[in-house]
């Protein structure tokens, strides 16, 4: 009998009842290769199949065309579950069927649910001791890794090994190659995926000891990763004693180490590190000593100040445009103006603007006043050394002692919150009076102070120095200060206690807050406790996950607003899918406007690592009907693609500055200015019309008020901190900077409160090389960028308007006078020349007279010719073809490097000093291609901060004579200042060292006179 494979299958179904098992194994195999055409008429027959399946009778090879055959009808009808296990008891038939052509759909379906079941069986089999793998799904498995390790595709192997909890897997492949890339992707996968905590941890024990010791391979590219597993797992001891097996033979290796785990480890994690350093003996103490000063901070900071003091290009044309255009009566505008004055200038210690404008200073009353002394302290950020003496003439009597001027009270509040910014995150460690440290006098004020507003400021103050401390004493203090139930001072007390136990999820001190939030009246105490708690659950992750449900289920819109935060900041940096999920379903469904805009805002504190993803999922919501969800849209691009340069966002948020709603504008405009920080007019073919824009708007006296002050914002964030720093969210190892977050989400509250914008220069990281020597000093030497200057060039700088010369108006003649003019000149003239020069009697016309004769090498007006060229002088039209731009630069040392220009910088192999590690962080890619279950390498041009930062050299010629450069922040006395006079119109400061200029050829300029605030005597 002859089948025929394109006949109907029903008389092949008929042989399935036959005795003959040969008869049917025939049938069986030829039912296979017909199902896709014929799967629906083969469907109706299934349980005869999965019969024949379970029968004895038949030999193994007919049972395994029967499971298979089975398998495929039940893949047909959807039924994936069904069609697995069938295709597991196919046993062989199904690995053979693997290699058919035009089973491709077939086979990549069921290894996907195979892949699926595994990684549930498998994570069943570690939390019970008696459930067991399926063996026949593990021979599946087991193939899939053989096949992948075969065809080089690691990254696929990878991905399965790590969801499936196969770390023997990655140990394999690593083993086998001995490529560092394999740990570093592995590390990556798990860090930038939803992992359990725990799980993660585990990873990263695992990892650690694969990756090569720096003391093997010192320049290493992949010291980035071991920096970043060091500083996620936050184990002092296995620093310590990586630290402790680098001295002191790679002592430049430790230093540079100490320096990167400064730029995103947790104070608490660095302070316990610096006191497990061990003295040492009389060889490695001198080394013990230094890496616990690099462990400080006090060094990283030292340096980045000198870096934006030397390289300082604000454009005060800009801020003087902008005061000149806004009422300075207002405290929108007024306040529009410090914001943008002390983002220009951020770190920068310069104070040019405020001298050269102390009438418009003087406009500053009430919370104004607060906001414009605080500003002082994102003008000396960083700068904890001397930021008492800063803030000294403004900061209040200590022992609680009301003022006799009136308003005082807000210049008070606002130079302990500027204190506080100042020493952010360092408030435990810097030095205040008599010995104590910040944290310590601000708890002091904070408990002697009698007015709420000094209160406000010095919590706020006290929350941002001792960010992430959990000091329990600062806790109870402004637990207690929250107990007043003042409005003012409760905001404030909110916010800082969150931010004093940052990240420790402690149930104790989120079940304190959530009672009193759930008894206040006060919107704004519970609007401060709600961001408290999302601060108490950073990085918490699934342990956030019954905090952030209860909040959300809330009936008062503040408590599910501070919920909306809650998830976020417990998800921060990890693109989790549901976390995602869950707030697009909040940002479409909620009844309150405010929370619909927080979960469309908080989108960006997922996906900033993932800067490419969020245009796509943004663009529908930047065009709903609501506003608030329009304006959250704005947010979340800027937050999430700062310092790129994103185009698909530009094209977003270009049309959004011409929204009919103010509001929407305005975030429009904030968000393209972090989205544009640091880009050049080269790299952003937006960025020159944009600031034109703001100019426009910000000019144009008949703008919303909140479309200009966005402008305003929009402008300073494009040239912060002297256009030598970025909004990255980000280190520039790749680990999430905890104080840029932080910064950035209370950023977000100057919706409701302007003096929580200044945080948003907590967010702002220099982008410099700055090389160090084996003692810490900065040497005088140069690196290439290879790539073309104007491609990283700071933003050419706005123009002085200059006054158009008035055109001289030709004289009209009129016809009368011409005609008498041509009858004296027809009496004059000869007679072949004067009848061409008059014209007939009677007409009455208008005549210019004529143009004066073309000067030397003019342009004729009438037809464009040149006339009068120079001898020699070519009189082609055309420009003079200009000097080609060359294809690379030669920078110096403490030079302003942009994220996107690490890539490019190298150091010469002739160079006398070369860099411990390698100056980028990105990694080189993997060979292998997509990876499994969607998990792709999730390195883009954005993803990390970049590189470079605060170098370790190594002297290639130390026996040759070294010349360095002066570090003046370190060298400049601290003088005293006046002491703080409330009586009269104006308070008198001797300004301290960080103002002194700096001359343009390197030297240092004399200390500037002194000058007055003119705080007056206005009424609170």
């Known amino acids: 009998m002859i089948l025929r494979p394109q006949s109907s299958a029903a008389g092949v179904l008929a042989l399935l009842t036959e005795q003959e098992p040969l008869l049917k194994q025939h049938a069986l195999n030829t039912l296979i290769s017909l199902v896709p055409q014929f799967w629906a008429e083969i469907s109706e027959h299934i349980a005869l199949i999965e019969s024949l399946y379970e029968s004895s009778d038949l030999p193994i090879l007919a049972r395994n065309s029967a499971a298979l055959l089975a398998s495929k009808v039940y893949y047909y009808l959807e039924e994936y579950d069904e069609a697995l296990s069938f295709a597991l008891g196919a046993g062989t038939a199904f690995q053979q069927d693997s290699s058919i052509p035009g089973d491709d759909e077939y086979i990549e379906t069921l290894i996907s649910k195979a892949i699926d079941r595994y990684i549930e069986a498998r994570a069943e089999e570690q939390s019970s001791v008696q459930v067991k793998v399926d063996p026949r799904l593990q021979d599946i498995i087991e193939s899939i890794f053989s096949r992948c390790i075969q065809n080089g595709e690691f990254k696929q192997a990878i991905g399965i090994a790590l969801e499936s909890r196969r770390l023997d897997i990655i140990k394999q492949l690593y083993e086998k190659t001995h490529d560092s890339s394999l740990l570093a992707y592995s590390m990556e996968a798990v860090l930038d995926n939803h992992f359990p905590l725990s799980y993660r941890d585990q990873v990263l024990n695992f990892l650690y000891p694969l990756f090569p010791s720096p003391t093997i391979d010192s320049k290493s590219p992949y010291i980035h990763s071991l920096t970043r597993l060091l500083v996620t797992l936050s184990n002092p001891a296995l620093t310590v004693s990586l630290l402790i097996s680098l001295v002191p033979e790679e002592k430049l290796v430790a230093h540079q180490l100490a320096f990167d785990l400064v730029e995103g480890g947790a104070q608490d994690f660095l302070e316990t590190i610096r006191n497990d350093l061990p003295l040492g003996d009389e060889v490695t103490r001198p080394t013990f000593d230094t890496l616990r000063k690099i462990l400080g901070g006090r060094e990283s900071v030292k340096l980045y100040l000198e870096f934006l003091r030397k390289n300082n290009r604000a454009d005060l044309l800009i801020l003087k445009h902008t005061k000149d255009s806004l009422e300075p009566r207002s405290s929108v505008y007024h306040n529009a103006v410090t914001f943008q004055n002390a983002f220009m200038h951020a770190g920068t210690t310069s104070d040019t603007f405020l001298r050269e404008n102390l009438d418009w200073l003087g406009y500053a009353s009430n919370w104004s006043k607060f906001t414009a002394t605080a500003a002082l302290g994102v003008i000396h950020k960083g700068n904890f050394e001397q930021g008492m003496v800063?803030?000294?003439?403004?900061?209040?009597?200590?022992?609680?002692g009301e003022s006799n001027l009136?308003?005082?009270?807000?210049?008070?509040?606002?130079?302990?919150?500027?204190?506080?910014?100042?020493?952010a995150g360092v408030g435990a460690i810097s030095s205040g009076v008599g010995g104590r440290t910040i944290e310590d006098y601000l708890r002091n004020i904070l408990k002697a102070a009698q007015g709420e507003v000094v209160q406000h400021g010095a919590a706020l103050g006290l929350g941002i120095a001792g960010m992430g401390g959990r000091s329990v004493e600062a806790y109870d203090d402004l637990k207690q200060t929250l107990f007043t139930d003042s409005a003012v001072a409760g905001e404030g007390a909110g916010y800082a206690m969150g931010l004093i136990m940052l990240g420790t999820g402690d149930a104790t001190y989120a079940s304190e807050m959530l009672t009193y939030a759930r008894e206040t009246q006060h919107e704004k105490i519970i609007r401060g406790l709600a961001?408290?708690?999302?601060?108490?659950?950073?990085?918490?992750?699934?342990?956030?996950?019954?905090?952030?449900?209860?909040?959300?289920?809330?009936?008062?819109?503040?408590?599910?607003?501070?919920?909306?935060?809650?998830?976020?900041?417990?998800?921060?940096?990890?693109?989790?899918?549901?976390?995602?999920?869950?707030?697009?379903?909040?940002?479409?469904?909620?009844?309150?406007?405010?929370?619909?805009?927080?979960?469309?805002?908080?989108?960006s504190f997922l996906l900033f690592k993932n800067p490419r993803q969020v245009p796509r999922i943004v663009q529908l919501l930047s065009e709903s009907y609501n506003p608030h969800v329009r304006c959250g849209a704005t947010l979340a691009l800027g937050i999430a693609c700062a310092g790129t340069g994103l185009q698909d966002a530009i094209e977003i948020l270009e049309p959004m500055t011409k929204d009919s709603v103010d509001f929407v504008r305005q975030g429009a405009f904030i968000a393209l200015g972090m989205i544009l920080a640091q880009q050049s007019d080269a790299s952003s073919p937006s960025l020159a019309a944009i600031r034109t824009t703001y100019g426009k708007i910000v000019g144009d006296k008949h703008e919303d008020p909140m479309a200009r002050f966005g402008a305003a914002l929009g402008q300073s964030f494009i040239d912060a901190g002297g256009r030598n720093v970025t909004i990255s969210l980000q280190s520039r190892a790749g680990t999430k900077n905890t104080s840029a977050i932080v910064g950035m989400v209370m950023f977000c509250q100057f919706w409701y409160w302007y003096p929580l914008a200044h945080c948003a220069s907590l967010a702002f990281q220099p982008t410099a090389i700055i090389g160090l020597t084996e003692d810490l000093k900065a040497p005088k030497f140069d690196f290439i960028s290879n790539a073309r200057p104007s491609l990283f060039a700071y933003p050419s700088s706005m123009k002085t308007p200059k006054k158009e010369a008035t055109a001289k108006l030709t004289t009209a003649v009129l016809s009368t006078t011409a005609k008498v003019k041509a009858r004296e000149r027809r009496k004059a003239a000869s007679e072949d020349t004067a009848d061409s020069d008059i014209k007939k009697d009677g007409d009455v016309e208008m005549k210019l007279e004529e143009a004066p004769s073309a000067r030397h090498g003019d342009i004729s007006p009438i037809n464009g010719s040149i006339s009068n060229l120079p001898e020699g002088q070519s009189s082609d039209l055309r420009a003079p073809n200009k000097r080609k731009e060359p294809s690379w630069e030669s920078l110096p040392n403490f030079s302003r490097v942009t994220p996107a220009q690490f890539q490019y910088v190298v150091f010469p192999p002739s160079?006398?000093?070369?860099?411990?590690?390698?100056?980028?962080?990105?990694?080189?890619?993997?060979?292998?291609?997509?990876?499994?279950?969607?998990?792709?390498?999730?390195?883009?041009?954005?993803?990390?901060?970049?590189?470079?930062?605060?170098?370790?050299?190594?002297?290639?010629?130390?026996?040759?004579?070294?010349?360095?450069?002066e570090l003046s922040m370190a060298q400049v006395p601290v003088s005293q200042p006046a002491p703080s006079s409330h009586t009269g119109t104006t308070t008198t400061v001797t300004r301290p060292d960080p103002n002194i200029a700096l001359d343009p050829n390197g030297g240092e300029a004399e200390v500037p006179a002194p000058f007055e605030y003119p705080f007056g005597d206005e009424d609170a």
């Not at 800063?390 to 009597?397: D, T």
């Open 390 to 400: 800063i803030l000294g003439p403004y900061l209040p009597n200590e022992n609680g």
């Open 911 to 965: 160079s006398r000093y070369q860099p411990v590690r390698p100056v980028s962080a990105r990694e080189p890619a993997l060979k292998g291609g997509k990876g499994a279950l969607g998990m792709q390498k999730m390195s883009h041009p954005e993803k990390y901060a970049g590189g470079g930062g605060i170098l370790l050299l190594i002297d290639e010629r130390p026996g040759d004579p070294q010349e360095f450069i």
């Open 531 to 603: 961001i408290g708690l999302a601060f108490l659950y950073f990085g918490r992750q699934d342990q956030a996950d019954e905090v952030a449900k209860e909040l959300l289920t809330e009936k008062d819109p503040i408590l599910r607003y501070g919920g909306v935060y809650t998830l976020a900041l417990a998800y921060a940096g990890t693109p989790n899918n549901d976390a995602v999920r869950r707030l697009l379903h909040i940002a479409v469904s909620d009844t309150s406007d405010d929370v619909r805009r927080a979960a469309v805002t908080c989108l």
């Open 406 to 423: 009136a308003g005082a009270a807000y210049s008070e509040g606002g130079a302990l919150y500027g204190l506080g910014l100042i020493n």
